[in-house]
């Protein structure tokens, strides 16, 4: 049965929301919008780049200047138009023609979005390449789409896409850094040189006929879905996807009249941190074309990796990110707090702020106990993150409510959204106004949903809180692809007769309209018994944990459920010295010691207690490697691959169940 979402009366901010118009909201093309917003902040700082990373060939050819080795240099909205309009030039004057494909290959920095806009402008399509990709990959996701040319990072990506050329239909390749690769061919250059060729070719007239002659209903990308199952398919993005979930993005998070003048918004003065993939759909429209769209700054870190000091030198106002990285934050801190008394006074910080943030009306007591705990801990932390942040952004993945929880008490508020690659990608964040921890807010304007509960068994529907509906999310709107990539059977599947996107997502709709994620439908475990198991859930009860550092419940086709556990390692060796424990050094013996395993068990009966019997993990084994995109077992977007990470760990769990159908035999 499809319902669509419980009707409430509609609170003021909504309306207000529904309503709301400015400058950035359109329904132009992205090239067209970022035009505009770049004539309307000429001066503002657009890109903020970091100095001794790369060998930027931008820098070589004195297009713009170097960075500091460890700062930033900076360049306006002028300087980076600039840039665009000579690099759409440029892949014009190699042969672009408007609708072939241009492949990026790269990380997150300056040049990406320089490129992305570029190719844009020129009326070509971007096609997205994981800087992780391997050789294979880097064939299928350039050749899939019939690219035409791949902009790469470096030398290291360029050779994989020379081990695959021969299999490839490619007219060029250009380098975002130096390289030395291309002497002698015609058809490779750098960055810098295409800009170069692109600056003497420009002519402003010849630039605006391009940007004139496309339609919002072009195709503007084509984003590979990260895989986590299947082999990936092409999200076809039109201009029209895209430039919705900008104003839609901008209805909520702008600077409304409506909303208090202290209330934080995204605005011309804001200041964003940019480090997860803008391969990703998630950061390219939340981090670049909403953040670029609204004349904010984008400031690029150096890598996941060096986020903590990026974070501290950059000091933005709001940072977007994935689960993953706020449950690294929230282990920083816990390290960082020591041991002993700080170790003490971290803990008792910590619950304070998770009471604060659950209680509706904190008396005078529970304010004053916050106010020490913020002099004693929240205000390090909220310096340690550069003092200016006024909100985070969490998508990708089920943020924790606990962990969402203790951010909000702590004064570090987390709004958690929703959305998939197939819509642009937003549906529904939680709005400044009301936000809610443990629910991905209210869908955006000018999205319709409901939900269909005709795969839940019973147990499932009855999860659903007095009030509310659950089932498969449905949605349709102007930010809904139109389909996969030359993948028409694929297309006709993932939509309703009557036009709803299947989004493949359990959820919760409750009375007044806030969605509640309860799991995947694919990743539901089906134990032999017949019970459904939402694995997801449970592993969000680990977050917090300082002895686990990730955790994956499995069970399908099986009698009970049980877990794949990576330890927090640093902090095995803290309690070992603590308690004198003698550890073997290697990692995988650690995992098979039997007080380390006494140590973690605590843990996992702790969160057993809150679970429903078919739930309880009964059986864990303990595994010795961080599970990361780089060994294949978390996508780039940092989800995990289920799949494979019970291929890599098959001789794991099959020794989980036979132990356990041994001791059934002896009993």
Known sequence: MSRDAPGASTPSWLEHEREYDDEVIGDDTLGEMFEESAERHQTRTAQRYKGGIYDRSLVAEGIVDAAPRGDYASLSYG??????????????????????????????????????????????????VYAESSPRQVEYLLDDPGASGVVVENEELLERVLEVEDDLDLSFVVVMDETSFYDGRDDILT??????????????????????????????????????????????????????????????????????????????GSETLSFLPLAHVFERTAGHFLTFASGATVGYAESSDTVADDIQTLAPTTVTSVPRIYERIYDSMREQAGDGAKERIFEWAVDVAREYARTDSP???????????????????????????????????SLSKDLAELFMGMGLTILEGYGLTETAPVLTVNPMEDIRPGTLGVPLVDVESRVDDSQLDDDQRRRARPGSDIGELQVKGPNVTRGYWERPDATEAAFTDDGFLKTGDIVEVTDDGYLVFHERLKQILVLSTGKNVAPGPIEDQFVTSERIDQV???????????????????????????YDVDLPEDRAAICDHDRVKAYIRTVVESVNEGLEKEESIKQFELVPDEWTAENDLMTPSLKKKRRNILERYRGEVDQIYADAEREKAQA
């Open 79 to 128: 300087e980076m138009r600039d840039i665009v309009h000579s690099l759409a030039a440029g892949f014009r004057d190699l042969g672009l023609t408007a609708g072939e494909r241009v492949g990026i290959f790269a990380d997150t920095r300056m040049e990406w979005a320089q490129t992305d806009f570029g190719v844009l402008q020129a009326g070509g399509v971007v096609t997205t």
């Open 191 to 268: 960055l810098g040189e295409l800009h170069d060729r692109g600056a003497e070719a420009f002519d402003a007239d010849e630039h605006a006929s391009w940007l004139d002659e496309q339609s919002s209903e072009d195709l503007a990308s084509l984003i590979y879905t990260s895989g986590t199952t299947g082999r990936p398919k092409g999200v076809e993005l039109t201009h029209r996807n895209l430039r919705a979930n900008v104003n839609q993005c901008r209805r909520r998070m702008g600077p409304r009249p409506d909303k208090p003048a202290d209330m934080p918004a995204l605005t011309a």
């Open 363 to 397: 008396g005078a007591a529970l304010k004053a106990k916050r106010r020490v705990a913020d002099r004693l801990v929240y205000s390090n932390v909220r310096e340690k993150m550069g003092g200016n942040v006024e909100f985070f952004v969490s998508g990708g993945g």
């Open 552 to 578: 994956m419940v499995i069970g399908d086709s099986r009698k009970f459920v049980s877990a794949l556990i990576v330890p927090n390692f640093e902090a095995i060796e803290k309690w070992a010295d603590k």
